[in-house]
């Protein structure tokens, strides 16, 4: 499937029941050449409303954390969650969601081919890793998801309400900057 293809096919989709629940699918959106993929977990209010991930105010901070390494979203990133559609309520996604939207997720990590992917929060990480382990045990290592390196970092909703914790995501960007350019 293409790039054409696969944005109708989510579109489209009503594999699972939040479909019927939300305003629009959000795709993803960037350079489809990316070196960097950054992966959160599902649109919230304003992403839902205007089919963009992360532009409500964790995406503003996404952003600004973008700017210090001197990227911008369309140049050289990529942005992307694990489910294409609003979870009611910002609840917690279901597994038989995930399982039914992973498949867009996987083939948008083939056609960009990312040097590195971020995985962005506990619920992203722990999908993409399969695993229960906290992001305080995962961050600092290179793991790998469909032979592409990964890396962790808290999420910048989370970092909102946590903001001591932003240095340590600012230190997992700066890990990430130097893996890809290794
Ligand atoms: N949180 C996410 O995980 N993704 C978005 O797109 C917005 C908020």
Partial sequence: MGWDELR???????????????????????DENADWLLIGEAPG???DRLGEPFVGQAGRLLDNMLAALELRRGENVYIANVLKCRPPGNRNPEPDEVAKCSPYLRRQIQLIQPKLIVAMGRFAVQTLLDTDSTIGSLRGS????QGVPLVVTYHPAY???????????WADLVFARKTIKQ
Avoid: I, M
């Fill in 159 to 169: 970092l909102l309400r946590n903001l001591p914790d932003k240095a340590k995501a």
């Fill in 142 to 145: 290179v793991h790998a998801y």
């Fill in 45 to 47: 209010a304003e992403e």
């Fill in 8 to 30: 109708a096919t989510v579109k489209g989709c009503t594999a699972c029941p939040l479909r019927a629940g939300c305003t629009q699918t959000v795709f993803g959106v960037g």
